[in-house]
């Protein structure tokens, strides 16, 4: 167990270990007993992790404000969600607990993995209608929605596949990934670089371009409430896909954590 005696309440964004607050993700992390309380705890798939993590920012349109101090004395806000909204994502949370073993350790085995996943995910999306593109009639002089081509879906794949592979084989930072490692100014053999980052910005870069088939180009983009339909169907997928089960605790038990969460006091 963590030494984090207070379940945090869930807020939009992430805050610091310590403040009473924290997302979907982080509760995942206290209630699982992790010694870090992270975005990413360890027991979750970093991609289903992401999707859940999305839906906690975007979800409560109607999420209270509450002030706080921090360890330095400044006062700091904060916006919580609301009961209803935070059952909702942490239901989400809770189903992402046990896949963290799911994805392949090896750089190379994990990008057939992904490769594989990114293109079943987008034939599925696709097939229940999900996924359309936009195609300009110069008849009618509008813009119709029609299923994707097989050549639009041929290019998605190949340019998934060639960007994921260019990161594999070129230690390429900020430019290829778009996040700034600690050590990224040291060469690529140096011990001050160790291996551990090129995997996790990698495992990121791959979470953000499902984010982006799921909620920026499927009709889950279109309300925050079809975010949440969103990051079902990415589960209900994830599940299928790798026969996966979860077991996630009772809505008896979700509505005692929020009842604790509400009376937080930091």
């Keep these: 167990m963590n030494e984090n005696t207070v379940i945090p309440q869930l807020a939009v964004g992430t ?5 009473g607050y924290g997302c979907a993700m982080n509760v995942v992390a206290w209630e699982t007993g992790e010694s870090l309380i992270t975005d ?3 027991c979750s798939d970093e991609i289903l992790a992401a999707a859940v993590q999305r ?3 975007t979800i409560c349109d109607h999420c209270e404000w509450r002030f706080y101090r921090d360890k330095e004395g400044t006062q700091q806000e904060v916006q919580t969600l609301c009961p209803e909204c ?3 994502v942490l239901d989400l949370g809770h189903r992402t607990i046990g896949t963290g073993d799911v994805a392949p350790e090896k750089m190379y085995d994990y990008a057939r993995w992904a490769c594989d996943l990114f293109e079943g995910l987008l034939n599925a999306l696709i097939e229940d209608g999900h996924l359309v593109t936009s195609v300009f009639d110069e008849t009618r002089h509008l813009y119709l929605a029609e299923k994707p081509s097989q050549a639009w879906i041929d290019s998605m794949i190949k340019g998934f596949r060639s960007k994921l ?3 594999i084989r070129h230690n390429r930072w900020s430019r290829t990934v778009g996040w700034d490692p600690p050590n990224a100014k040291h060469s690529r053999n140096s011990r001050k670089n160790p291996p551990i980052y090129k995997s996790e910005y990698i495992r990121r870069w791959v979470g953000s371009q499902i984010q982006e088939l799921m909620f920026d180009r499927s009709e889950f983009r279109d309300s925050d409430e079809a975010v949440a339909d969103g ?4 589960l209900d997928y994830f599940e299928m896909k790798y026969k996966f089960e979860h077991q996630i605790p009772s809505d008896d038990e979700i509505a005692e954590a929020i009842k604790k969460m509400q009376t937080i006091t930091v």
């Design 15 to 19: 805050h610091k270990q310590g403040t």
């Design 40 to 42: 990413f705890p360890s």
């Design 55 to 57: 839906v906690n920012d």
């Design 86 to 88: 935070s059952m909702t």
């Design 165 to 167: 592979y260019g990161m």
């Design 231 to 234: 990051a079902r169907y990415l």
